[in-house]
């Protein structure tokens, strides 16, 4: 995804030090962008502008280049301040026999796309793209059949042009979300994003966190002042046993206790070290997972790419109905029985490729709450439906 190592007949850009593309560092002294002067034997001094912004790292480039700056941390030294690198195809046209692209150079604003021989171009993952975005519009036009341009077409209809560069935007933006997405996460899988759907972007109100974040006010610490004094969990006088529970685990990692059963893990106290084998929610997903646009009006959702087994723990959050999950409250750091972590663990074998879902009513797949639970005469409840398709469903999410 994204532009890889295209480029024109510029050469590539030389990416600088590695930095969250949605928040750039500070600038450390003396590398921050610096504006050229106009004779290079000018005596002047450099003058240092930091960057605190929440700008993209392609938009502050591109202000750099149209002002003729270099900045180390964004990577745009002299040396490449001219380079142009194909970000991604706007437009084409045949002209006099010789086949064109509208190129769009990264790191330089749209006012510089520049109309490239396709002989000059060194970027087949991009044509690919090109072409693959164009013929996926025209087939949704055609009703789902397969429509290919034919030879003597010389240019592309606006309609069809704005709708891959809109692809070609959207390609960027949930690769750099997958990138944020890998930088953040704690765990040994890998996460990927996947829009075969519309042309949505990264959800503006997602936010990923590896822990829960209390509100203020809230010590989630609440209770924990010691650990268990096991060398090797679990003794007889383990977190689960002092708390009154069992172990919720049996020597294959799986969940061997019933639903509706609390789970008290080891926690920062405890004597035991990070390969206790009561440590499973709090090392996070073992499993590569992929963010997905549904195609039936739901919004987001999470799939795995992995066959997981069942009773394995999976994650602590995701998903929506016909189970495949069953969420178990977790006491770890916290004993406040107000404040657990939930935790998702597998109720059957799934596949690779297959949605993860669980009831957002926290029940198993069989049992189904009746519709008049807890309604007041005098106060109907707002009912949200339910999209998810399964035979069992309830049809409502509440």
């Not at 006099?96 to 150079?105: R, S």
Request: glycine fraction near 8%.
């Amino acid at each position: 995804m994204g532009g890889g190592r295209c480029w024109g007949s510029g050469g590539p850009i030389q990416k600088g030090s590695s930095q969250d593309p949605f928040l750039p560092k500070p600038a450390e002294r003396g590398s921050g962008a610096q504006r050229q002067p106009a004779r290079k034997d000018a005596a002047l001094p450099a003058a240092v502008w930091y960057v605190p912004c929440l700008a993209s790292l392609e938009t502050i480039q591109e202000l750099c280049r149209k002002e003729n700056l270099t900045c180390k941390s964004l990577g745009i030294t002299n040396r490449n301040l001219k380079s142009y690198e194909v970000e991604y195809l706007c437009d084409y046209k045949v002209d006099e026999g010789t086949e064109y692209f509208l190129v769009k150079w990264k790191g330089w604003p749209e006012s510089s796309n520049a109309w490239v021989p396709l002989k000059n171009l060194n970027c087949p993952l991009l044509l690919q793209y090109f072409h693959r975005d164009k013929n996926e519009y025209l087939s949704r036009l055609k009703r789902g059949k397969a429509i290919i341009l034919k030879n003597h077409i010389k240019a592309l209809k606006p309609v069809v042009a704005q709708y891959i560069v809109k692809k070609a935007k959207q390609r960027i933006a949930l690769q750099r979300w997958k990138e944020e997405l890998n930088r953040k996460k704690n765990h040994k899988g890998t996460i990927l994003v996947e829009n075969t759907v519309d042309l949505e972007g990264p959800p503006l109100d997602f936010y990923y966190i590896n822990e829960y974040k209390p509100a203020p006010g809230i010590n989630v610490m609440n209770g924990i002042t010691t650990g268990c004094e096991c060398s090797h969990c679990p003794a007889e006088k383990c977190c689960p046993e002092e708390a009154g529970f069992f172990l919720a685990y049996n020597k294959r990692k799986q969940l061997k206790i019933q639903p509706g059963l609390p789970i008290y893990e080891c926690n920062s106290y405890c004597r035991c070290g990070p390969e206790c084998p009561n440590r499973i929610v709090q090392k996070g997903t073992p499993y590569s997972l992929c963010i997905f646009r549904t195609n039936n009006g739901r919004g987001w959702g999470v799939k795995t790419l992995q066959k997981i087994k069942t009773k394995r723990f999976v994650m602590e959050y995701v998903g929506e109905c016909d189970p495949n999950l069953q969420v178990f409250n977790v006491f770890i750091d916290n004993l406040d029985l107000r404040l657990p972590r939930i935790a998702l663990f597998s109720t059957r074998t799934i596949k690779a490729g297959e949605e993860l879902t669980f009831d957002y009513q926290m029940k198993g797949s069989l049992d189904v709450t009746s519709d008049s639970d807890a309604v007041s005469p005098a106060r109907k409840r707002i009912r949200t439906v339910c999209k998810c398709g399964a035979v069992c469903c309830r049809g409502y999410l509440n």
